[in-house]
């Protein structure tokens, strides 16, 4: 089972189509009572987290803050349970943004969400081709060139480049496309709208969510 957080600016609907395509289960959870009545004791199904989000990144961290599920992000970090950005909620996992002010978000991975130059034509949209820079089963059977879907006026100036698995060139800003530390993971363009590409990529990260599961449960 995945549960989809709900930060209140974006289309659950598409992610959560994307995930049954790959044959995942999913639950949307809005609320942090409803995740603390989904991952009660020995009734814990829950085997990976997906972040989605669409629009501005204040708007998404004051939802999820009302929400009460921040925290429980922070906790999934730390347990190392699978935690999976998209769009938006790829942005939300570094520690600030420049978007209308200055926002804090997360802080789970380092580094600071900045505006395209003036010169470069925003929202960055459509089919965008990807450079895989590391190794990472998340990224098992994408190869250097496949084309995935991008929508976004904002990109990740990573402290840290190492955790930078995939980019995509704009003008001449190298964007990272799918970014991962640990348990913690994300994809600035939609996988959900990326074709057969991006069905991978959701593929995987169930995969990688299987294999926690079963060996949370090997240890218990």
Known sequence: MIAILDPGVGNLQSVTKGFSRVGADTVVVDQAAVWRELV????????GV???GVGAFGDAMFQLRAAGLIPILRQVAREGRPLFGICLGMQLLFGSSQEHG???GL?????????FKDDLKVPHMGWNDLDVVRTHPLLRDVKVGDYVYFVHSYYVEATNRDCVLAAATYGSVSVPGVVGQGNVLGAQF?????????ERILHNFVALCTAWHAQREAVQ
Request: charged share 30%; no cysteine.
């Open 107 to 115: 802080g789970l991975l380092s580094g600071e969400v900045v505006r």
């Open 40 to 47: 009660h004791g020995s009734m814990d199904e829950i085997e």
């Open 102 to 104: 200055r926002h804090m």
């Open 190 to 198: 939609h996988p959900e709208k990326s074709g057969e590409v991006g």
């Open 50 to 52: 997906v972040l989605p």
